[in-house]
């Protein structure tokens, strides 16, 4: 696919926008006419001074093309393209980035956010509400699979984590731009933004409706994305699987200094005991395998350490379409001033 970096950015552009929303976009092309079609006479309606900011996350088919068509006829449609895949997280936060309004919306580009929902989502903000949310119902569209890993990982993330995740929280909510400024401020890079919506606090109301079907394409999100997801989170917010080692090894050495008296004494008195092979290879393959473990997870904070130390930007942008030039370089130097030598 063909990205363009040199489009020029629109001339009459919204200034200062009430409304910002932001869409990550990955193989959307089927999605986009009827995304538009339904979110912008919501939008419309509710508030006139609007920008939709369409972040094209890497697609590999025809996104980028069918969004930058709209945009020429709209200039409150902005659009931001990523040099290849970097990720939903990556794909919001640069929406949150690069979004001036006072509000901030985020939707998926599949419609499975209803996009009347909105409607309510604005006017609990202007009666104060800093974040609100949208709590799933239904989920119509897991398989039964799905629905148990995932439950099954809210448990686990309650268990061993301090934050309390808001129950049936996806990526729809709107946020007052403090929330927004709040969480464009942690420097962290590998980012669980549920766990960080939670972190940040503020006033927060929930709005219920039911995830609607995907329609057209597939979810991104296979099994193992979702478990690599699943122990980045986990991992990004509780230090419990480093600290357990200490109480897996305290459990195991008591009983194993036991265990070895024993034996030492039994020596004394009987003299040597030859066989013992099967006991023997019992121990040594269950500890080595108790330590490979522990040094697996030790291995995994560590990179996620290394990937903080190293400050890469979240993501690259190849495309931009309909910014205001100012703002856009601003935000370009920032991030060039974070890159590594
Ligand atoms: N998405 C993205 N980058 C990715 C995967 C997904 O920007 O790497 C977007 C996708 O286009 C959609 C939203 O994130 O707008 C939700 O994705 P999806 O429908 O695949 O996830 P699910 O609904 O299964 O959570
Ligand atoms: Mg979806």
Known sequence: MTYN???????SQIKNP??????????????????????????????PNYEIILVDDGSRDNTAEKVIEYCEVNAKLKFLAFSRNFG??????????????????QIDADLQHPPEVIRTFYQEWKSGAEIVYGQRTSRDDDSALRGFLTRSFYKIF????DVKL??????????D?????????LP??????KGLYAWVGFKRVAVPFDVAPREHGQSAWSILRLYLFALGAITSFSTIPLKIWTYVGLFLAIPSFAYGGYIMIKTMILG???????????AVCFFSGIQLLGLGIIGDYLGRVLKEVKQRPLYLISAKYGFDQAKTMRSETAKIKKLPC
Not at 97 to 105: D, L, R, V
Not at 272 to 282: F, H, K, Q, R, T
């Open 158 to 161: 309650a268990t061993v984590s």
């Open 5 to 11: 970096p040199d489009i020029s950015p629109l001339g």
């Open 272 to 282: 040597i005991d030859v066989p013992g092979y099967a006991s023997l290879m019992v």
């Open 166 to 175: 808001m129950n049936g929280l996806g990526d729809f909510l709107l946020m």
């Open 177 to 185: 731009r403090k929330v927004v400024d709040a969480l464009l401020s």
């Open 18 to 47: 009430i409304l910002s929303i932001i869409v990550p976009m990955y193989n959307e092309e089927q999605n986009v006419d009827r995304l538009l079609e339904h979110v912008i006479p919501v939008v419309e309606d509710i508030e």
């Open 188 to 193: 962290e890079r590998e980012r669980f933004t």
């Open 88 to 105: 939903k997280e990556a794909a919001l936060n640069a929406g949150l980035s690069y979004a001036s309004g006072q509000a901030i919306i």
